[in-house]
């Protein structure tokens, strides 16, 4: 772990959440394979990679949702692959999950949507229910959106209110899943900054899945990179672009060829050509 | 040859894999049955949309049904100079089949692929996973009170298909073609049976009304979380529920009236 300490990302030290060994597949693919990951308490960690590398596998994996082959995932002290449904079902009250999509209930207001958890969970009155999600909902900026339907709302507002539901519940991490993509520039800067802003203020921990190299780059304290279902490199910011490491340098780069090949696998080009039709 | 039997082979194991998919699916579902007492507006607003939607197509049906009994049945009758009796055929079949039958395919076009769309992209849309991941299960949240719904409509829209069928066949006979107004209720309530007829009506309708939502459920919870995956799971649900009825009917009104 010796170049595992600078920048923002912890040594030994604290971790919320701490992955070891991790291997799963989706049938006969093997799409993670011995993965060590460390998520640093309150701050903001980003796993980067191409698309298809098993990103939002690896976050519902941490969720519980999925149940790896091998290895463990322990978050705050407790083995997620271990756990019973109870359990289960009781550390994810404590963690957010902002899904690529939003996925807000469609068939529910924005305000609905916000106090969803919040009325599945506890027993509060219906004042406090309120205010609690008009607090969460001016944290995100939304607070005089609440009337308007999820089909209402544009890309950027309801990834933010995807936010303002995730934080509901006060959680001790959140996790997001590619929250920049496919959004016009200011969004992506009021989501830049609310993710920060989020995970200072309220004390959380970040997990960022993404591949906007800038954005990420500005806002994270610690960055893993992983590829072909392995974690290729790992450190803050500035320690990834000068790492030396040809998959940082592609990935940072935008570099179209590298240890990430631009050819998905086949034979050879000749050969191919050459082949008889039938 | 070989290939034919790898395919059948193949099919016969996707097939039962599917089916005990369903039934450990339908073991979760009832687990999540008590808990809606303590949430009964999740099963009143699903009664809505399933049920009391659902009564227009059910009421139209039927009466167009009852009607056209009406004229049939009257047709073969009065030939023995027994119209008189067009109350208890048209009671009878209403009761014991039609009814129980025509409501339940009503049913599976109507509220079932609603059921499995909505359930489907609910799952497309990763909405079911968020619910997961907010710590509610989505079976117990999102599926038992649909299932529910539907178990508990369906017997009642059989009901009100089969009134309204009867009605129907009233305002042809008596209205149209001159049946006696008298003998027609009378003769109903001297031979239909409560027991025997109503009763078993009533017991094939809720056992439709059981598979029906169950496959409609369970389709759109399976459904493979794309738009084409959502799509051909629609088209499974009426299919299915189809099939599933027809069989049960038959299985059904062999353990009922076979013995009769
Ligand atoms: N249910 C599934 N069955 C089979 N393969 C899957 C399934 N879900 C995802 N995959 C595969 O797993 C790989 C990782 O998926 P994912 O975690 O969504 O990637 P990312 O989020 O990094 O783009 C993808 O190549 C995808 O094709
Ligand atoms: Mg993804």
């Known amino acids: 772990m010796s170049d595992f300490d600078g920048n923002g990302c912890v040594g030994n030290g604290d971790a919320l959440v701490r992955i070891r060994d991790l291997r799963f597949c989706h049938g006969p693919r093997v799409i993670l394979d011995g993965v060590d990951i460390d998520i640093p308490r309150g701050k903001v960690t980003t796993i980067m990679g191409p698309s298809g590398t098993g990103k939002t596998t690896l976050l519902r994996l941490i969720g519980g949702q999925l149940k790896p082959e091998a290895g463990s995932i322990v978050v705050d002290g407790k083995n997620v692959p271990t756990l019973s449904r109870k359990e289960l079902y009781r550390l994810r009250r404590r963690m957010g999950m902002m899904f690529q999509s939003g996925a807000l209930f469609t068939d529910l207001s924005v305000f609905d949507n ?165 | 040859m070989l290939n034919w039997l790898q395919f059948l082979g193949r099919g016969g194991l996707d097939f039962f894999e599917r089916l005990g998919r369903g039934h450990m699916f339908i073991v979760r579902v009832s687990a999540g049955l008590p808990g809606l007492f303590l949430q009964p507006r999740l099963v009143i607003q699903q009664l809505f949309s399933v049920g009391v939607l659902s009564l227009q197509i059910i009421a139209i049906s039927g009466l167009t049904v009852g009607m056209v009994l009406g004229l049939q049945m009257y047709n073969t009758l009065v030939d023995f100079g027994a119209e008189d009796s067009l109350g208890p055929v048209v009671a009878l079949s209403l009761v014991r089949e039609l009814g129980p039958v025509l409501a339940a395919l009503l049913f599976a076009g109507r509220a079932g692929s609603a059921l499995t769309a909505e359930i489907g992209l609910m799952k497309a849309t990763e909405q079911l996973s968020g619910m997961e991941m907010m710590a509610v299960d989505p079976i117990k949240r999102v599926v038992a009170p649909r299932f529910l719904a539907g178990a508990i409509s369906l017997p009642l829209l059989a009901a009100i298909f089969s009134a309204i069928g009867i009605l129907g066949s009233y305002f042809v006979g008596i209205g149209l073609l001159g049946v006696d107004s008298g003998a027609f209720w009378s003769q109903m309530q001297a031979k239909v049976d409560v027991q025997e007829d109503i009763l078993n009506g009533v017991l094939k309708s809720i056992a439709f009304g059981v598979v029906a939502t169950w496959i409609a459920v369970f389709e759109g919870y399976d459904a493979v979380p794309t738009t084409e995956g959502v799509s051909r799971a629609t088209t499974r649900t009426v299919v299915h529920t189809a099939f599933a009825v027809l069989g049960l009917d038959f299985v059904l009104t062999a353990l009922m009236f076979g013995g009769e």
Request: charged share 20%; glycine share 8%; proline share 7%.
């Open chain 1, 114 to 278: 916000v106090a969803f958890p919040l009325r599945e969970h506890t027993e509060l009155p219906e004042e406090i229910i309120r205010d609690l999600v008009l607090m969460k909902l001016h944290a995100v900026g939304l607070r005089g959106a609440r009337d308007l339907m999820p089909a209402e709302l544009s890309g950027g507002m309801a990834r933010r209110v995807a936010l303002a539901r995730a934080i509901a519940l006060d959680p001790m991490m959140v996790m997001y899943d590619e929250p920049f993509t496919g959004q016009d520039p200011i969004t992506v800067g009021v989501i830049m900054q609310l993710i920060r802003r989020l995970n200072d203020n309220l004390g959380l921990t970040s997990v960022v899945v993404s591949h906007d190299v800038k954005e990420v780059s500005a806002i994270s304290d610690c960055i893993y990179l992983i590829s072909n279902g392995e974690v290729v490199a790992k450190g803050g910011p500035d320690k990834l672009k000068s790492s030396g490491s040809a998959w940082a340098y592609q990935f940072l780069n935008a570099q179209p060829d590298g240890p990430v090949p631009f050819h998905y696998p086949a034979v050879g080009y000749k050969e191919d050509l050459m082949a008889d039709e039938s």
